[in-house]
């Protein structure tokens, strides 16, 4: 059974920073994509990040985080991480974390095979 279990969440104050955390297991984690989706309520989910197969692979960003968040992973820990850096109120929401074995699938089709349960991050100005 698959299981991604984000960590790292909290509340922050504008233009500070968290790390999100989150830990795969149940499957072959370097054979998969990884990616961060987020939903502030009453919008839909969106992309903010993914990260092929190997470590220190390449990374893709929504533009609204370009700049500020970075995405890593570590294949011998089977986790990924989000560095959230100069956050703004406009990045409030609850962030999933996601696999796939295909990056389209979370890119582009914003449909990976795996959902994680969501760790909320709340932004105050």
């Known amino acids: 059974q698959v299981q991604l279990v984000e960590s790292g969440g909290g509340l922050a104050q504008a233009g500070g920073s968290l790390r999100l955390s989150c830990a795969a297991s149940?499957?072959?984690?370097?054979?998969?994509?990884m990616g961060w989706f987020r939903q502030a309520p009453g919008k839909e989910r969106e992309f903010v990040a993914a990260?092929?197969?190997?470590?220190?692979?390449?990374?893709l960003f929504a533009d609204s985080v370009k700049g500020r968040f970075t995405i890593y992973r570590d294949n011998a820990k089977n986790t990924v991480y989000l560095q959230m850096n100069s956050l703004k109120p406009e990045d409030t929401a609850v962030y999933y974390c996601?696999?796939?074995?295909?990056?389209?699938?979370?890119?582009?089709?914003?449909?990976?095979?795996?959902w994680g349960q969501g760790t909320q991050v709340t932004v105050s100005s």
């Open positions: 990260v092929i197969r190997r470590s220190g692979g390449s990374t």
């Open positions: 149940g499957l072959s984690f370097s054979d998969y994509a």
């Open positions: 996601s696999a796939d074995l295909k990056l389209h699938n979370i890119v582009e089709l914003h449909a990976p095979s795996y």
